[in-house]
């Protein structure tokens, strides 16, 4: 039975990590949630699952702790998500999490050897040094939950890294992408979270309309893999059927062929080397055609942008990250357009200085730094646009 410590219990890949644990209760028990506000969907967790340890805010131990007082709670404000992982040696830690927040807790897994199951995309986009320096002294594996590098991961099964040629992600192009570019002054956040082909949380939307999100998964790629940047690819497929492609020094190429059910990623993470039954059905043919093209950099500009501080290193991926994530909400919040989301981000670039090197306490402080800059610099941005 494999114990499983669930950091983002309630969003969109930590319940369908649980459906994944449910389906499979003979192989999988949830040891641990973590939570912040949503009571009422972490009271039905509870309801089904004997967890241990509970992690939210700690205005809502009280209701926790009244209604099941078996379980231990841990507050947010006391360095809950690093503590979670001090319990349960054997058990694995998914990572669903959004934003730079999921770093520490990574870390501290990996600091005691614990395999890490990622979702959190920020964990390597802002700590990817951080990371690669910690695997180098644990006996840690980080396991890929996105659906482009779980399935290079398949891809990869058997095979030699220094055999690759190339790795290649796909994207589907967001909710704008049959939209003119000037248009793009007029989108609507009810329009920007309509997602064509994944039903995802709202910033992670937000990121796949703007392409950062691919940005982001190439620096993730980068870092699992060991792969330079220039042989790190992404294409557009607006059919979202096949998540990556290797492509191998002697001329063989690898596709990767799936729904898009974000549920056989998860579960590929967590069976580890064996392969579980589960009900997908899918058939390609009743897709017909399937569509590749480069990504149009004058279309979609902060994918160019991105890269190119992907490329460069540094404190300024950082700067990016927190940019984008505060960027984000006040798009969400309606605050600014969407467009106003690139323009902040750039505005941050040519603000803050880079360095090549940072400590996990540095990079905390400059992410800091870079959300009260957003937070006062947007009523200017706005007043521009």
Same mark, same amino acid.
């Given at each position: 039975?494999?114990?499983?410590q669930?950091?983002?219990?309630?969003?969109?890949?930590g319940?369908?990590?649980?459906?994944?644990?449910?389906?499979?209760?003979?192989?999988?028990?949830?040891?641990?949630?973590?939570?912040?506000?949503?009571?009422?969907?972490?009271?039905?967790?509870?309801?089904?699952?004997?967890?241990?340890?509970?992690?939210?805010?700690?205005?809502?131990?009280?209701?926790?702790?009244?209604a099941?007082?078996?379980?231990?709670?841990?507050?947010?404000?006391? $360095?809950? *998500? +690093?503590?979670?992982?001090?319990?349960?040696?054997d058990?694995? &830690?998914?990572? =669903?999490?959004v %934003? #730079?927040?999921?770093?520490?807790?990574?870390?501290?897994?990996i600091?005691?050897?614990?395999?890490?199951?990622?979702?959190?995309?920020?964990?390597?986009?802002?700590?990817?040094?951080?990371?690669?320096?910690?695997?180098?002294?644990?006996s840690?594996?980080?396991?890929?939950?996105?659906?482009?590098?779980?399935?290079?991961? $398949?891809? *990869? +099964?058997?095979?030699d890294?220094?055999?690759?040629?190339?790795l &290649?992600?796909? =994207?589907?192009? %967001? #909710?704008?992408?049959?939209?003119?570019?000037?248009?793009?002054?007029?989108?609507?956040?009810?329009?920007?979270?309509?997602?064509?082909?994944?039903?995802?949380?709202?910033?992670?939307?937000?990121?796949?309309?703007?392409?950062?999100?691919?940005?982001?998964?190439?620096?993730?790629?980068?870092?699992?893999?060991?792969?330079?940047y220039?042989?790190?690819?992404?294409?557009?497929?607006?059919?979202?059927?096949?998540?990556g492609?290797?492509?191998?020094k002697?001329?063989?190429?690898?596709?990767?062929?799936?729904?898009?059910?974000m549920?056989?990623p998860?579960?590929?993470?967590?069976?580890?080397?064996?392969?579980?039954?589960?009900?997908?059905?899918?058939?390609?043919?009743?897709?017909?055609?399937?569509?590749?093209?480069?990504?149009?950099?004058?279309?979609?500009?902060?994918?160019?942008?991105?890269?190119?501080?992907?490329?460069?290193?540094?404190?300024?991926?950082?700067?990016?990250?927190?940019?984008?994530?505060?960027?984000?909400?006040?798009?969400?919040?309606?605050?600014?357009?969407?467009?106003?989301?690139?323009?902040?981000?750039?505005r941050?670039?040519?603000?803050?200085?880079?360095?090549?090197t940072?400590?996990?306490?540095?990079?905390?402080?400059?992410?800091?730094?870079?959300?009260?800059y957003?937070?006062?610099?947007?009523?200017?941005?706005?007043?521009?646009?």
């Amino acid at each position: 039975m494999q114990r499983i410590q669930l950091l983002g219990s309630t969003g969109s890949i930590g319940s369908q990590a649980i459906d994944i644990i449910e389906e499979f209760p003979e192989a999988f028990a949830l040891h641990a949630i973590s939570a912040r506000h949503n009571v009422k969907k972490v009271l039905e967790i509870l309801s089904r699952h004997d967890c241990e340890i509970v992690v939210m805010a700690g205005e809502h131990q009280e209701t926790i702790e009244s209604a099941y007082p078996g379980v231990t709670f841990i507050a947010l404000e006391d $360095e809950g *998500l +690093k503590s979670i992982v001090e319990y349960a040696p054997d058990a694995k &830690v998914l990572n =669903a999490l959004v %934003g #730079s927040v999921g770093l520490p807790p990574t870390l501290a897994a990996i600091e005691r050897g614990k395999d890490v199951l990622l979702a959190n995309k920020e964990t390597l986009v802002v700590g990817g040094p951080l990371i690669r320096k910690a695997l180098e002294h644990s006996s840690s594996t980080l396991i890929p939950i996105d659906s482009e590098h779980a399935a290079l991961r $398949e891809c *990869l +099964k058997g095979s030699d890294i220094d055999d690759v040629e190339k790795l &290649v992600i796909t =994207a589907s192009g %967001g #909710s704008f992408r049959d939209v003119d570019k000037e248009k793009l002054k007029d989108a609507t956040v009810e329009d920007a979270l309509k997602h064509p082909n994944w039903d995802m949380g709202a910033k992670i939307t937000v990121d796949s309309a703007t392409m950062m999100n691919k940005v982001f998964e190439i620096i993730e790629a980068h870092y699992l893999f060991d792969m330079p940047y220039e042989r790190i690819e992404a294409l557009l497929h607006h059919q979202s059927v096949i998540h990556g492609m290797v492509h191998f020094k002697d001329g063989n190429v690898l596709a990767h062929v799936g729904p898009s059910d974000m549920r056989i990623p998860i579960l590929s993470a967590m069976q580890g080397d064996s392969r579980k039954r589960f009900p997908s059905l899918f058939d390609l043919a009743a897709y017909g055609t399937l569509s590749f093209e480069p990504i149009d950099k004058d279309r979609y500009s902060l994918y160019d942008l991105g890269t190119a501080v992907a490329r460069k290193g540094g404190l300024h991926v950082v700067t990016m990250n927190a940019a984008n994530e505060e960027a984000v909400q006040l798009f969400l919040n309606k605050k600014i357009s969407f467009l106003d989301i690139e323009a902040l981000i750039t505005r941050a670039l040519d603000h803050f200085p880079n360095t090549e090197t940072f400590t996990l306490d540095t990079l905390l402080a400059h992410e800091r730094e870079v959300r009260s800059y957003i937070k006062h610099e947007y009523q200017k941005v706005k007043t521009c646009s």
